[in-house]
């Protein structure tokens, strides 16, 4: 059974960092890339960028590009976002999500991680 | 910066039709954008619908379909039941990147 298992949520205060994880099991880990989304309060999705762990290719979306960091360790099956300086407006759900290189088929998600930034 | 634009709220009678849409700054959708479609219950994570325009996942029930109506993405649902009401997002695929629409919100009334 294909599972992608988010880390928990997280409330930090603004200037800090942080690194929330999404893990994989159930398929190969390095044949799928895997998505970074958004989705503030009250809010839509937001697509953040994507990550190929076979190689580390990674694409960010313009919105996100220097804002968030995404990276993955495909020992532990892992990828990763990450803010090096957190800001009250990135209080949001995240979700990972698998995409299906051939058919550009999104279809596996995390059940989200939610960031809550607050002084 | 690329728009992708959904209807933001319809409302459907159950056991009704309902078409929504999923439109691009850019131009007419094709294939070649790879419409995929998610349902998005309150407090749950989205759950994939279709991909690659009109291709179901294996979870996906039968009611819902996906196709391309007038220069749009479209997601069909046939004979609406009372766990259709979610909100509805769409994502098309730019060469590289990815960008969703604001979501539809479906009440079903």
């Known amino acids: 059974e294909v599972q992608l298992v988010q880390s928990g949520a997280e409330v930090k205060k603004p200037g800090e960092s942080l690194r929330i994880s999404c893990k994989g099991s159930?398929?190969?880990?390095?044949?799928?890339?895997i998505g970074w989304v958004r989705q503030m309060p009250g809010k839509g999705l937001e697509w953040m960028g994507i990550?190929?762990?076979?190689?580390?290719?990674?694409r960010y979306s313009p919105s996100f590009q220097g804002q968030v960091s995404i990276s993955a360790d495909k020992s532990i099956s892992a990828a990763y976002l990450q803010w090096s300086s957190l800001k009250a407006s990135d209080t949001a759900i995240y979700y990972c999500?698998?995409?299906?290189?051939?058919?550009?088929?999104?279809?596996?998600w995390g059940q989200g991680t939610l960031v809550t930034v607050s002084s | 910066q690329t728009v992708v634009t959904q209807e933001p709220s319809l409302t459907v009678s159950p056991g009704g039709t309902v078409t929504l849409t999923c439109a691009s700054s850019t131009g007419a959708v094709t294939s070649g954008y790879y419409p995929n479609w998610f349902q998005q219950r309150p407090g749950q994570a989205p759950r994939a619908l279709i991909y690659?325009?009109?291709i179901k996942h294996s979870w996906t029930p039968a009611r819902f379909s996906g196709s391309l109506l007038g220069g749009k993405a479209a997601l069909t649902l046939s004979g609406v039941q009372p766990e259709d009401e979610a909100d509805y997002y769409c994502?098309?695929?730019?060469?590289?990147?990815?960008?969703f629409g604001g979501g539809t919100k479906l009440t079903v009334l």
């Open positions: 159930g398929y190969i880990f390095t044949n799928y890339w």
């Open positions: 994502l098309l695929y730019y060469g590289g990147a990815w960008v």
């Open positions: 990550i190929y762990p076979g190689d580390s290719d990674t």
């Open positions: 690659g325009r009109s």
């Open positions: 999500a698998r995409r299906v290189g051939a058919t550009e088929a999104v279809d596996y």
